[in-house]
């Protein structure tokens, strides 16, 4: 950020020192400029800049200022369609123009554009040169990123035509939930709360066919008054509830939880919710009794918080008006002559406005006095001395660290909650110990997906599932190396530094990004009807583990619209799908036997599947075989996210973590588990997978526990929840 001349007397010089000791200036241009980025996700074009003054507060103002001063450009984009982005790369619809602030889309001096329909800057328009930002000084790399090329490159990535995006109005509430657990309650309370003259978004009613359903839920966090969360067993434990909350969190929407848990506050959302003012669903968090008549209570006790919600939030709104506006008297007050004539001569209307580009630079730069960037080091109590190392090491560079040993303690999960949104980034030692620990995973739960994680591993570690899938499986930091302190300031300066984090952030936007698209890809190339995924062991140890995958294959190709769908692995996949292969082709029906593979891995695999010595993998003798990801654990997250249904069968590690990427893609798992293994709850399996779906009738799911019951009544009673689960996502897609 420029620095005014009016506020240098305010700023210290040490915000001023880049690396190497230099301080960076450049001739001053007579207004702000803000650069324009055309994105697609993955490639950016400089498309030019506009100059800004101090009254552009929303983005509608934006929008005003780039059709004002770049005509042409300006039709060009909107004949295709395009809309700002905010700083977290979300989209802002037309109807949120107005109520969002101009400086949610700036960073690092440049606002974010996204096309509708366009990948890159449509050959119309025309970029010249009095577009480029000009000046008589030395341009550097992170200027240069910002000047348009004479002739930019098409970009890599085919063009993909979709629908437009749905555009919200904002509403009262938003009800957030998981929909095979709580659907039928959620539409109940919607009922009640538009009797009460409430406008309420559901998902199933508002996401229509074609639509981007991640954009519409986004935006309808953004647009809602109140974000109502339905916290059930699962809530919070599927990826969107998860983020879903975090992001009414992040936007400091108000929230009142609905609880149909006997504990609070969950185990996932301990940390957000220490402190949060629940209502219950019924009397004993029974959800079975008279659902219609609680909808109705409840959404009357919604209806007295909103009204309390929104007298207070115009109350405050009325004292920070006149707060502000005593400050700004006080400001012109005591501001000198000279500083008077520099402002008046500057074309700005001055640095004290609200919400004004300047004001952002001041709060942004002007650090109260001792300060220094944050780290928070999450740990576990027997990594102390190992701490005190870290901590001596980074507040040698400079940073202020403090460690977190909040446990249980709700004053001090306040505090943590505090200091990590305060933070620059956030470092998890982890060990065995906090491994096993809930409150550590607390921890983890709470910080994914709001700041730059960086873990640390200081011993041997079996890495549960939920850690694994929070926090990734290649990025860990190993103490035991002699480079660690190098490495550990490196990831750090990475997530604090602004030049740094740019490079770190957009490479994992492309790994998001690519997921994304092969999920989109895959879930294509699928056959239509029931997928159930077969997940287990490369190796059958169980005495009747053989004869059940056997049975349940032949039961489940009886099915005609199911399709089995494997990892292409020895053991429990195999079984399965040859016996459903074997049973079709004595049927003379379809095959209906899917492989999903990946295309190679660096490690050697050849004792769980058909490896060749290069890496690459073979296809599968029967079924069909389809090749997507890089290696065998990204293959593991892929497959997931496009199925719905996931039986288990022993399994070790590896079906563990898969079990956790499906209840973290909301996705249901059946665990068959007189098979132990995974199945029977070792590996630090989800314990959620072991709780009876709605409307599984409770004799189906005890059989798959019952150590007597002969393969072919546990075969059976394995097809029977998935024609009932199956109907309930159809039902809800309804």
Not at 249 to 263: G, H, M, Q, W
Not at 528 to 551: D, M, Q
Not at 554 to 582: C, H, P, Q, W
């Amino acid at each position: 950020w420029e620095i005014n001349p009016a506020l240098e007397h305010t700023v210290r010089i040490k915000y001023l020192l880049w690396e190497g000791d230099v301080i960076k200036v450049r001739f001053k241009d007579k207004l702000p400029r803000l650069g324009i980025v055309l994105s697609n996700g993955k490639d950016e074009h400089p498309i030019g800049f506009i100059h800004v003054t101090s009254d552009v507060c929303k983005v509608t103002n934006l929008r005003q200022q780039l059709q004002q001063q770049h005509p042409a450009l300006y039709e060009s984009l909107s004949k295709h369609g395009f809309h700002f982005l905010d700083n977290n790369g979300w989209p802002i619809s037309s109807s949120q123009e107005a109520l969002v602030s101009s400086l949610r889309t700036v960073t690092n001096n440049v606002i974010k554009l996204q096309g509708t329909h366009i990948l890159r800057p449509p050959q119309s328009i025309v970029i010249s040169k009095d577009l480029a930002p000009v000046s008589d000084e030395p341009v550097s790399n992170e200027q240069s990123k910002f000047r348009p090329s004479i002739s930019p490159q098409p970009s890599p990535l085919p063009h993909r035509h979709s629908l437009p995006r749905q555009t919200l109005k904002p509403f009262d509430i938003m009800i957030s939930y998981v929909h095979k657990e709580t659907s039928r309650f959620a539409s109940l309370l919607c009922d009640e709360l538009g009797r009460l003259g409430f406008s309420v978004f559901i998902d199933v009613r508002y996401i229509k066919p074609g639509t981007d359903w991640q954009d519409v839920l986004n935006e309808a966090v953004y647009n809602c008054a109140l974000f109502v969360p339905l916290v059930s067993t699962l809530y919070g434990l599927t990826e969107w509830t998860n983020k879903e909350v975090k992001l009414a969190d992040t936007l400091e929407k108000n929230i009142v939880p609905i609880t149909f848990i006997s504990e609070w506050p969950p185990m996932c959302l301990a940390i957000q919710f220490a402190t949060t003012q629940y209502i219950r669903w019924g009397k004993n968090a029974s959800i079975e009794v008279d659902p219609r008549t609680i909808a109705s209570k409840v959404a009357a006790e919604i209806s007295e918080r909103y009204k309390t919600m929104k007298e207070f939030k115009e109350q405050m709104e009325k004292e920070e008006e006149q707060k502000e506006k005593i400050e700004e008297k006080q400001t012109q007050e005591i501001t000198s002559e000279s500083t008077k004539q520099a402002v008046k001569a500057s074309p700005q209307k001055g640095w004290g406005l609200q919400k004004s580009l300047s004001e952002m630079i001041r709060k942004t730069i002007m650090k109260p006095k001792g300060t220094s960037l944050l780290v928070v080091v999450s740990y576990h109590p027997a990594q102390m001395e190992f701490i005190e190392g870290i901590q001596t090491h980074l507040e040698g560079r400079g940073y202020e660290v403090w460690a977190s040993t909040a446990g249980t303690d709700p004053q001090k999960r306040q505090l943590f909650k505090t200091k990590v949104n305060e933070a620059g980034a956030i470092v998890f030692v982890l060990s065995q110990e906090f491994a096993s620990t809930q409150w550590c995973e607390q921890e983890v739960y709470y910080c994914e997906g709001r700041k730059r994680i960086i873990p640390v591993i200081v011993d041997s570690i079996d890495m549960p599932g939920w850690m694994s899938t929070l926090i990734g499986t290649e990025t860990f930091l190993d103490s035991r190396t002699s480079s660690f302190h190098d490495n550990l300031l490196e990831e750090v300066e990475c997530a604090t530094q602004p030049g740094k984090a740019e490079g770190r952030l957009r490479k994992l936007v492309e790994q998001k990004t690519q997921l994304h698209r092969m999920c989109t890809d895959l879930t294509k190339n699928l056959p239509s009807g029931r997928l159930v995924y077969i997940a287990g062991g490369t190796k059958i140890y169980s005495p009747k583990g053989k004869e059940i995958c056997s049975e349940l294959g032949k039961f489940l190709a009886r099915e005609k619209d199911v399709v089995i769908v494997t990892g292409g692995f020895f053991g429990v996949g195999e079984e399965v799908g040859f016996s459903f292969y074997n049973e079709r082709k004595r049927l003379g029906w379809d095959e209906g036997v899917i492989h999903i593979q990946a295309i190679r891995d660096e490690q050697d695999r050849t004792l769980q599947t058909r490896q060749n010595s290069d890496g690459t993998f073979q296809t599968l003798p029967y079924g069909k075989t389809l090749f997507y990801c890089s290696c065998i654990r990204q293959r593991e997250m892929l497959t997931p996210k496009v199925i719905d249904l996931c039986v288990l069968i022993e399994g070790g590690p590896g079906a563990a973590f898969e079990a956790h990427q499906f209840t973290w893609s909301g996705h249901t798992v059946i665990p068959i588990k007189v098979t132990g293994g995974a199945a029977g709850g070792k590996f630090s399996v989800p314990a959620t997978i072991f709780i009876k779906p709605d409307l599984v009738e409770e004799s189906d799911w005890l059989m798959l526990e019952n150590e007597q019951a002969s393969p072919s009544d546990i075969a059976v009673s394995v097809v029977n929840i998935i024609k009932v689960l199956n109907n309930t996502c159809t039902r809800m897609q309804t």
